[in-house]
């Protein structure tokens, strides 16, 4: 909301007034204002010092584009400092070009920069607006409330504290091992967030401090790990056409994602494993009424298997087609597609269904990705 009467007193002039059916334009008004020019445009203001208040200005040639900027200059003051300290974190992970610590990385510098934004403009308003007639740009104050934006910061740091104790002693405390790993799983995705609420309460207390953390994110992912390593080994089998190539792709894919999966030499030694990923690739020729270019179908349909109680925990179809000048050069361009949607998509897929159980509803059958007929191209 704008401070109007506040504007006019310290200024002694009336800073703007919209004039509706005087001055049309697209949104039925306009802001025609006067030569008094605040001084939080030059970001200097005695409404809002820095000690109570942290402020952004933003300016663009209409008054929505400029309030979208003020409250992004606002925004940027903690995002810089949440990719700063999830930069910092990466350095020192203990778990380093691991699968676990990608799954680290990618939490921290995606979902967790988007949360904070999200929370911050949640404590973000816009008190003022000031239109330069002269140079035809619209000026635009964002404001936030230091204490007001710490007391939702502590109320968010207290429930994520109660969900990371709990879903640690859950983990502590399961029997069952896929319990166990998803329990890890949240309590380390919640002790990332936390950190960065941390440090947008540093930012927003004048004093710069915060309050610590009784767990370490990266502690838990190790723990996380070892458990996975020792404890919950999976099995892969694929079958179809090109099996092997995409079973070797499939499995390159599980080991960045941090899963331990056992070939048959090590199943020997240890035993069967807990989890088997079972899946068919097909290849298709398909005729697109293209004189020039031939084209190759690939699909594929996974299920991810609890062999200890013979339950189906998730499933996964992927597909395309690719093509080139003859069916050779597109078997073959359709192979090396197929290699990288395995590695990657259905591995992180497989793994998410693994790891947690928010990821997908059970599946109770494979999904059905692929024709039944047999394939009919040559490799």
Known sequence: MINWRGSILRQ?????LCLCGVVPVAGGCTWVLGKGKPTWVDGRTLDYPSAHYLTGVGQADNRSRAEDRAYAAVARIFTT??????????FYSIVENRGIANVERRLTIDSVTKVSTEKVLENVRVMDNWYDSDNELHYALAVMNRSQAEASLMNKLQELDRAITA?????????????????????GRNTILREAYNTDLRVIRHSGQGIPSAYRPNELFSELEQFLAVNLALAAHVSGDQAELAQHALVEGLLREGLHVRTQ??????????????????????KMGDPHFKYVRWCSDFEVLNVVTGQVIGAVARGGKEGHLTESEAVAKTLRVMQQEVSSEVAKAIAAQILDDDALPVMTAMPVGCPREESTVSP
Not at 81 to 90: F, G, H, I, L, P
Not at 167 to 187: F, P
Not at 266 to 286: H, K, Q, W
Request: hydrophobic letters at 45%; zero cysteines; charged letters at 30%.
């Open 12 to 16: 002694g002039v009336v800073i703007g």
């Open 167 to 187: 879903e640690i002693a859950k983990a502590r405390q399961a029997d069952d091992k896929l319990v166990k790993v998803r329990a890890l799983l949240k309590a």
């Open 265 to 286: 030499a090590s199943e020997a030694d240890t035993g069967s494993p807990e989890l088997l990923v079972r899946g068919t690739v097909r290849l298709f020729p398909v």
């Open 81 to 90: 400092a949440v990719t700063s300290q999830a930069k910092d974190r990466e």
